[in-house]
């Protein structure tokens, strides 16, 4: 995991671009319940309007986002600008220059990226976003 904090360094942070609980010194493990219960303490229980932040640009979507774009099944997972026109590439443009533009990352790619680790009842692993602040 050393190779990754190369890419995300105080500038990140600092620019805004990227918000401070996407650095990938903060991975971390929740039990679905304890995910559902943060999402709804931070966001409330409407759904659509639960808000995550991409791990590599740093563009901040709505699980309505994602189903604007026409996949909800992508949500907290994969960036909403794989599907949108104004996407940027990942590897050439959403390391350091986000924009405020959503990259073409995928959470089941090369690169497994996101932060939070999500435990389902079942042992089901599934790698999610952060929360947006
Ligand atoms: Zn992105």
């Not at 709505?62 to 909403?80: E, L, M, N, R, T």
Request: proline share 5%; glycine share 12%.
């Amino acid at each position: 995991m050393f190779e990754l904090d190369i890419f995300f360094d105080e500038r990140d942070v600092q620019s805004g671009v990227r918000a401070p609980g996407g650095k990938m010194s903060d991975f971390r493990t929740l039990t679905h319940a304890e995910w559902m219960a943060e999402g709804t303490r931070r966001f409330g229980p409407d759904y659509d309007k639960w808000r995550f932040v991409c791990p590599v640009c740093g563009f901040v979507a709505s699980v309505q986002d994602w189903k604007d774009v026409g996949h909800p099944d992508a949500v907290a997972f994969s960036c909403i600008g794989r599907w949108r026109k104004d996407g940027i590439d990942a590897l050439t443009d959403g390391l350091h220059k986000g924009m405020g533009r959503p990259c073409n990352y995928a959470g089941g790619g090369l690169f497994k990226l996101n932060p939070v680790t999500v435990v389902f009842d079942d042992g089901i692993e599934h790698r999610a976003f952060e929360f947006a602040d």
